[in-house]
């Protein structure tokens, strides 16, 4: 291309305005991450690679400051001193600056803030729990990988006995153990999940459960049982969809009558899933997101749970990812290597889930890929 067409290829890409669908968005995302790949210098490359922590620590700094809150609250720019700052030149300036470099703001002028397009979702307070449990929970338990896989011969971490985490807190306990231990971090963690959990497409959408619903020898039995449920969203997702379930939906957590939010219809219930399931013959158990947490001998202990209590028309409905070899989602493999940093386990091939279930005693019949690029499937077990 001449120094002409690159020009104008520049300035229409700037002017380029942000399309209203979804979909699209993605696509162009995608189609600019992989041509930034294509054109990067080994400095940028160098320079990416060693300042990735900062883009965690440093928005971090700024939520905890509210600065973002402030910039999408105000309709004209904000200087260094009116946002509570010393000036510019101060280590908070620069930190201003880089926030501003990084667009996550804007500066107008010098010494002065303004929003951007991404301020407004860091404003949300779901993300600064994210922000908060990544620098506290995440950050560390990368920064001690290396050593972990280098003192282990590079074994499969589902192989080991100490996880990233572990190693990383200087603990012996669990992630979830470490959280019970750590209330303000759980209360983040569960605060982030919830909103992730939003964000996502809802499975009942996609797929018809209502083969599943149909008749019972039993009309008052309990109908959806969502095992693991955290707040309870899945559990009102699942209304929205069956609203004739009301008051025979029930959310279960280690602390789901704390956590759970209060809904008409709901039933939240105190349950630790590697004891016996208390809810005997409903008509669906359903899980979401909570095989990836354990390993593959915890996950038939707590199914083999579920098996137990089910009835003869009971299924469970497992809603989880299962990765596919030739995928090479940036998304999904960041989420793979997270599961192992944090618990020690993995994302799962539909292969392996199957290996799960007939350990458990299940089988695996229906399965439905659902919610474009992000590897989910509903899995149905009898």
């Not at 939010?261 to 359903?286: L, R």
Request: aromatic share 10%; proline share 4%; with cysteine.
């Amino acid at each position: 291309m001449s120094e002409a067409e690159i020009t104008d290829l520049i300035s229409r890409l700037e002017s380029f305005p942000k399309p209203k669908d979804k979909a699209q968005c993605q696509r162009l995302w995608e189609a600019a991450r992989s041509f930034s790949a294509k054109i990067e210098t080994e400095p940028n490359l160098q320079h990416r690679l060693l300042s990735a922590p900062l883009q965690l620590v440093i928005p971090r700094i700024a939520s905890d400051l509210h600065i973002f809150e402030i910039l999408v609250q105000s309709k004209e720019p904000i200087s260094t001193t009116e946002l509570g700052l010393t000036d510019s030149n101060s280590y908070m300036g620069r930190i201003l600056r880089y926030l501003a470099a990084q667009f996550l703001i804007t500066s107008p002028s010098p010494r002065f803030w303004a929003s951007s397009p991404l301020t407004s979702f860091l404003a949300n307070l779901a993300y600064a729990a994210g922000l908060r449990f990544g620098t506290v929970c995440v950050l560390p338990s990368e920064a001690t990988l290396p050593a972990l896989l280098s003192n282990n011969s590079y074994k499969d971490t589902s192989a080991l006995n100490t996880t990233a985490f572990q190693l990383g807190h200087g603990t012996h306990d669990s992630f979830f153990e470490w959280l019970s231990r750590h209330p303000d971090d759980r209360n983040d963690f569960q605060q982030w999940m919830a909103e992730t959990h939003k964000r996502q497409q809802s499975a009942f959408g996609g797929v018809n459960l209502s083969e599943l619903l149909r008749g019972s020898s039993l009309p008052e039995a309990p109908v959806f049982v969502d095992v693991g449920g955290g707040n309870g969203q899945s559990c009102a997702e699942f209304l929205d969809m069956y609203p004739e379930s009301a008051s025979r939906v029930i959310n279960q957590d280690l602390q789901a009558t704390t956590i759970g939010t209060q809904s008409k219809g709901i039933v939240h219930q105190d349950h630790d899933f590697f004891a016996e399931q208390p809810v005997k013959g409903a008509k669906i158990y359903h899980f979401r997101k909570v095989l990836h947490n354990w390993s593959a001998d915890e996950c038939v202990e707590l199914l083999s749970r579920t098996r137990e209590a089910m009835g003869r028309e009971s299924r469970i409905v497992v809603d989880d990812i299962a990765i596919e070899e030739s995928n090479l989602d940036w998304h999904l493999s960041y989420v793979d290597l997270t599961m192992g940093i944090l618990f020690g386990t993995r994302e799962r091939t539909l292969d392996e889930f199957k290996y799960i279930f007939e350990r458990a005693g299940l089988t695996l019949g229906r399965v439905v890929k659902y919610g474009k690029g992000s590897g989910e499937h509903i899995m149905v077990l009898s």
